[in-house]
């Protein structure tokens, strides 16, 4: 599966973006899929997941209420609506697939993901 992330620029502290992860070679409707960002200097993290149902979405604490993670299985895409951006946001924001359709809280861990895209950056000034 490749996986092609989009979306990402500079936006004000309070604005939106919309990402997106276009994939090809595999389905979204087939796979888990997630979110992971990664700041300068720290560790990839975990920021929303979605199962491969859609019936099942995990989200990190410090973007819960403000990002939203959809998928749109005819586009072979999936989303990550971001609003009310703080600059703590700022960073590398990388979709993934998980080929073995992890269930519970263990898809929200960075090691279950196979297949990575390349990564939008996201910069949020203050």
């Known amino acids: 599966v490749q996986l092609q992330a989009s979306g990402g620029g500079l936006v004000q502290t309070g604005g939106s973006l919309r990402l997106s992860c276009a994939a090809s070679g595999g389905y979204v409707s087939r796979h888990g899929m997630g979110w992971f960002r990664q700041a300068p200097g720290k560790e990839r993290e975990f920021v929303a997941v979605i199962s491969w149902s859609g019936g099942v979405i995990y989200y990190a604490d410090s973007v819960k209420g403000r990002f939203t993670i959809s998928k749109a299985n005819l586009k072979n895409t999936v989303y990550l609506q971001m609003n009310n951006l703080k600059p703590e946001d700022t960073a590398v924001y990388y979709c993934?697939?998980?080929?073995?359709?992890?269930?519970?809280?263990?898809?929200?861990?960075?090691?279950?993901?196979?297949?990575w895209g390349q990564g939008t950056l996201v910069t949020v000034s203050s």
């Open positions: 993934a697939a998980d080929r073995h359709n992890t269930v519970g809280r263990a898809m929200t861990s960075v090691n279950q993901y196979d297949y």
